[in-house]
């Protein structure tokens, strides 16, 4: 299993980043796909999810509204557009694969613990300054 994250950057207050998520290694279109991020000194954060087929999403509160997940299957990749970027989204971003038995919404109370991915990648920073 390989998850590589791309287009991370600097970026001003207010301004726009998207990111992708190139996976390979399993069946992507059978698993939920998550975005997490995790700041300097503080700990992990679950930002967004998207079901197998891309037409169910979600949001944390923190970035409902700037922010649209979604997947194309077809290439095996999740993306993440953000957008109205604020400093408090300076984070390193990870995508990150579920562990089988907790790809859906039923694990949606763990979605911010490690333990409920069995991947991710290296992870894109983002950094939000003006």
């Known amino acids: 299993v390989q998850l590589v994250e791309s287009g991370g950057g600097l970026v001003q207050p207010g301004g726009s980043l998207r990111l992708s998520c190139a996976a390979s290694?399993?069946?992507?279109?059978?698993?939920?796909m998550y975005w997490v991020r995790q700041a300097p000194g503080k700990g992990l954060e679950w930002v967004s999810a998207?079901?197998?087929?891309?037409?169910?999403?979600y949001y944390s509160d923190s970035v409902k509204g700037r922010f649209t997940i979604s997947r194309d299957n077809a290439k095996n990749t999740l993306y993440l557009q953000m957008n109205s970027l604020k400093p408090e989204d300076t984070a390193l971003y990870y995508c990150?694969?579920?562990?089988?038995?907790?790809?859906?919404?039923?694990?949606?109370?763990?979605?911010?613990?490690?333990?409920?991915?069995?991947?991710w990648g290296q992870g894109t920073q983002v950094t939000v300054s003006a």
């Open positions: 990150a694969k579920p562990i089988p038995g907790c790809s859906g919404i039923g694990c949606r109370e763990h979605w911010g613990s490690w333990q409920t991915y069995d991947y």
């Open positions: 290694g399993f069946a992507f279109s059978g698993y939920w």
């Open positions: 998207v079901n197998t087929a891309g037409g169910t999403t």
